[in-house]
């Protein structure tokens, strides 16, 4: 069935740090691809996504990058803040049908001051 | 701003009981889903609604059903609550190209 890797599953960095947070997905039908926060306690929130139209994607501090015939996709967080902390889900749909998202199992990123 | 809103914050039920997850959004969207979440295994999708009536299963339906009678209203069903249903769940919305999902707060459910 559709599966969507996310690697690592926890990741530490030092305040200023950039972080790289990878998926992959498994449907090649998949066309977009979208990127969520969760912070602690709070529910899921997007914060960037990238359609297979582009290969990459930016928007301040964070960008996303999609290379379509690997099947790959990856967030980018550069100058890390305390309030990047958070977990990262990754997500792999089809812009029709059902709008279903095949997400991946996150990653926790942890800043330190 | 889109609103999902999931009537219980916190459930504690016990094993067998019947329990019923309440979900609703208020702009009239048509996709609706429900997803567990539990650490280490992300968000996984258990049942979405493309329309009123209308149900699909996801990847992890065994033990649940779900209702769609009015189109503002998801409703999730533990037919026999047990104790590997204790997890966090998630109901969404999908609110176009634009935005993605909207998720409700959640429901932290515990199983005794």
């Known amino acids: 069935g559709e599966n969507v890797e996310q690697h690592p599953s926890t990741l530490s960095v030092q305040e200023g740090d950039s972080a790289v947070i990878k998926c992959t997905y498994s449907d090649s039908a998949s066309n977009y691809f979208p990127w969520y926060k969760q912070e602690l306690g709070k529910r899921p929130q997007l914060i960037i996504d990238i359609r297979s139209n582009v290969g990459e994607k930016k928007d301040q501090r964070i960008a996303v990058t999609l290379n379509k015939t690997a099947k790959h996709f990856s967030l980018h967080i550069t100058e890390t803040q305390p309030e990047d902390s958070a977990v990262y889900f990754c997500?792999?749909?089809?812009?029709?049908?059902?709008?279903?998202?095949?997400f991946g199992t996150g990653t926790r990123l942890k800043v330190l001051a | 701003d889109v609103k999902v809103t999931q009537s219980s914050r916190y459930l504690v039920k016990r094993t067998g009981e019947k329990v019923f997850l309440e979900c609703v959004q208020d702009?009239?969207?048509?996709?609706m889903f429900w997803y567990r979440q539990d650490p280490g295994l992300g968000l996984r999708l258990i049942y979405f609604s493309y329309d009123v009536k209308m149900k699909e299963k996801g990847d992890i339906p065994e033990g649940y059903s779900v209702s769609r009678e009015k189109k503002e209203r998801f409703s999730l069903i533990l037919e026999s609550a047990s104790t590997n249903q204790t997890s966090m769940y998630l109901c969404a919305s999908y609110t176009g190209q634009a935005a993605g999902y909207t998720f409700g707060s959640g429901t932290r459910l515990t199983v005794v």
């Open positions: 997500a792999a749909s089809r812009t029709s049908g059902t709008y279903k998202y095949i």
């Open positions: 702009m009239d969207h048509e996709n």
